[in-house]
């Protein structure tokens, strides 16, 4: 589906901001990039929550790539222990993420009101947390952020990972190198990720975890200090003391998990043959989900480049049968053909999916028997011009000397909007 709210959303009669089929209602968080509103889907009646993110700072981020592949990654992902996502629309300035709405709060807020957990509460959500990170990393998509925020309970106390296949964003928005320092907390950030030289990103996530599991069962974190270099240092040499009411076997898997250099620490795959973590495991059912990417295509491809908005092509033959040729090429793609000297207006018959598509066509003469043929989309839709230049090329053959491909991946950095 190709969701496209208008510029922002509009009001409904009730004076609710309404995107698409759903209807915004009161903010529930507010991260460092994104805003999360509460939202009634008007057609099914269904509670969910929505993302809304700058568009322009997405889609102008150089990991566009990477960005697309993660949200399109978990949109197939249905885990019972990671927020569905549902699907992904856009308007001029935003982009709508639609999640699964949950109502049991964060986790964290069940150790603020009532203090650390038992071993065996701290290893059941540790288990789930575990079971949810390793799945999204076997589809490719690493948290890299994981923290409190971003565990949330459902209605049955279930844990649910949130922010996945978000994970590209936030470092980069901040755009500031070190993650979180400016923005937050470090003190569930794997050494490896503060020194910043590149690093495995399941391997910081496991870090995150064990962070994680030592606050669920300690009711504070490892490492804490005022001074922020102090932190880091205690980070660095992961320096830190686990409480007496641990058990050995928890203590012993902690440490396993908290070894500043990743190619020392646990794996993901040996904490689940651990003996402490096995006890009590169930690993949970799920579906693979049968659902359409459109939505995420169609948000991307435009402003990612993918499909420009212009292409040209020389050639060397007279301006005349260049003209004549595009015109006899056109006819039975159901394009009409204006002439006005060496400009051309190529306008299809049909209505697209924005209206007529119409085409600009100039022919310059750049060097004596040298044409350059430039073509540029007026109206319309630029996947319909795409697909036009693709069916409009092969009849051009004979007198195309050289062409630009239309589809040639740009960098993301540079929207063609
Ligand atoms: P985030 O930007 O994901 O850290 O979200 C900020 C806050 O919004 C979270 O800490 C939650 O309190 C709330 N929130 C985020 N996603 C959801 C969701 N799917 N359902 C309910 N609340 C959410």
Not at 26 to 54: C, Q, S, W
Request: hydrophobic residues 35%; aromatic residues 8%; contains cysteine.
């Amino acid at each position: 589906m190709t969701s496209r709210p208008g510029n922002g959303g509009h009001a409904t009669n009730s004076g609710r901001t309404r995107v698409g089929k759903y209807e915004l209602g009161r903010t529930l968080g507010e991260g460092n990039f994104a805003k999360v509103k509460f939202a009634k889907n008007t057609v099914t009646g269904d509670n969910v929550a929505i993302k809304i993110l700058d568009k322009e700072k997405v889609l102008k981020h150089k990991m566009i790539n990477q960005i697309k592949r993660e949200i399109s990654t978990m949109k197939l992902i249905r885990h019972p222990n990671v927020i569905r996502m549902y699907e992904v629309m856009a308007s001029k300035t935003k982009i709508y993420i639609v999640l699964e709405f949950v109502t049991g709060g964060e986790l964290f807020d069940k150790i603020a009101s009532s203090g650390r957990l038992k071993e065996e509460e701290a290893r059941r959500y540790f288990q789930q947390l575990i079971c949810a990170v390793d799945y999204c990393h076997s589809r490719g998509v690493c948290h890299r952020d994981l923290k409190p925020e971003n565990l949330l309970l459902d209605a049955t106390g279930m844990l649910k990972v949130s922010d996945f296949g978000l994970s590209a964003l936030p470092q980069q928005v901040r755009e500031d190198g070190l993650l979180h320092t400016t923005c937050g907390t470090p003190n569930y950030v794997a050494p490896e990720v503060v020194h910043n030289k590149g690093y495995d990103g399941a391997k910081a996530d496991l870090w995150s975890c064990g962070v994680i599991l030592f606050v669920l069962m300690a009711g504070y974190l490892p490492f804490e200090d005022n001074n922020l270099v102090n932190l880091y240092k205690k980070i660095f040499k992961a320096e830190f003391t686990c409480p007496p009411w641990f058990s050995t076997d928890a203590k012993k898997l902690i440490i396993r998990i908290l070894e500043p250099d990743p190619a020392k620490r646990i794996t993901i795959a040996e904490v689940i043959e651990n003996e402490w973590f096995k006890k009590g495991y169930k690993p949970p059912k799920f579906e693979q989900a049968n659902v359409s990417l459109d939505d995420i295509d169609s948000i991307f491809s435009e402003s990612m480049g993918l499909v420009k908005r212009e292409t040209r092509f020389t050639s060397k033959c007279s301006a005349n049968e260049i003209i004549t040729k595009i015109e006899e090429a056109a006819g039975p793609l159901g394009f009409g053909v204006k002439k006005s000297n060496n400009k051309l207006k190529i306008q299809g018959e049909k209505t697209g999916r924005k209206g007529q598509l119409s085409v600009a066509t100039e022919i310059f003469e750049i060097a004596p028997e040298l044409y350059l043929v430039e073509l540029r989309k007026a109206e319309g839709d630029t996947l319909e011009f795409h697909k036009f230049y693709k069916n409009l090329s092969p009849a051009l053959k004979d007198i195309v000397w050289k062409a630009e491909p239309i589809d040639e991946e740009k960098d993301g950095s540079s929207p063609s909007k």
